[in-house]
């Protein structure tokens, strides 16, 4: 247990409203990822930060926005939820004390109608 | 085409059969990473491989990066019931830390008692 945690773990939403969804983490780990996972596509990396206040885009930013000005936390926002955001979004941490694996949270299933 | 292939897509195996699941990359592979989900949950991290010609075991799952490090393999010996779910691969292709990590699509694995 990587002491993840992500709310809410189901959410529906109308298209046009604000999301966000959060990642909360219990260890001080320094790297912490946004992913998204749909049928097809595999899982493809929205954002990630590499410290309070250090944010990257991954694959597929549009449409999404991020915040971490803790490190406990990593905020994922949908600024106007649209049809094409519905999927399951996974958080991951990493320690990056000379360690290279992501350890995942256990998902939020996000249903924009 | 994707840059991360799994094969086989699916697979059913009776219990106590070997299977082979293969990852291959259209690029160099820095690292290689093997993850095992179960339906509706989160990623576990089974094992990572980095240098050309690793090879590691975790219980009865083996996993080898092969010397041009464009392929990994995960091997399971003698099948059980709880290796059922759904083997997911995920490759730094970049180099520098990992954290722009692709995935491939999955392979469902069923184990038929």
């Known amino acids: 247990d990587a002491g993840i945690t992500q709310s809410p773990r189901h959410k529906v939403t109308e298209t046009g409203t604000p999301v966000t969804l959060r990642c909360h983490q219990t260890?001080?780990?320094?790297?912490m990822y946004w992913y998204r996972q749909d049928p097809g596509h595999g899982l493809r990396l929205i954002h990630y930060?590499?410290?309070?206040?250090?944010?990257d885009k991954g694959e597929v930013s549009d449409g999404y926005s991020v915040s971490r000005s803790k490190t406990e936390d990593f905020l994922l926002t949908l600024e106007s939820a649209t049809s094409s955001q519905t999927s399951v979004y996974f958080c991951?941490?990493?320690?990056?004390?000379?360690?290279?694996?992501?350890?995942f949270g256990p998902g939020t299933r996000l249903t924009v109608t | 085409s994707q840059e991360l292939e799994q094969s086989p897509q699916s697979l059913i195996v009776q219990e106590g059969k070997n299977l082979t699941i293969n990852c291959t990359s259209s690029?160099?592979?820095?690292?290689l990473y093997w993850y095992k989900q179960k339906y509706g949950e989160g990623l576990i991290f089974l094992m990572m491989?980095?240098?050309?010609?690793e090879e590691k075991s975790h219980e009865k799952i083996t996993a080898k990066l092969d010397e041009k490090k464009q392929q990994s393999s995960l091997h399971i010996t003698a099948s059980q019931p709880s290796h059922a779910g759904i083997y997911l691969c995920?490759?730094?292709?970049?180099?520098?830390?990992?954290?722009?990590?692709?995935f491939g699509t999955g392979t469902q694995l069923k184990v038929e008692l």
């Open positions: 991951a941490i990493r320690s990056g004390l000379g360690s290279y694996e992501q350890y």
């Open positions: 260890e001080n780990h320094r790297y």
């Open positions: 930060s590499y410290g309070v206040k250090d944010t």
């Open positions: 690029k160099t592979l820095y690292g």
């Open positions: 491989l980095q240098k050309g010609g």
């Open positions: 995920g490759a730094d292709t970049i180099g520098g830390g990992g954290n722009k990590l692709t």
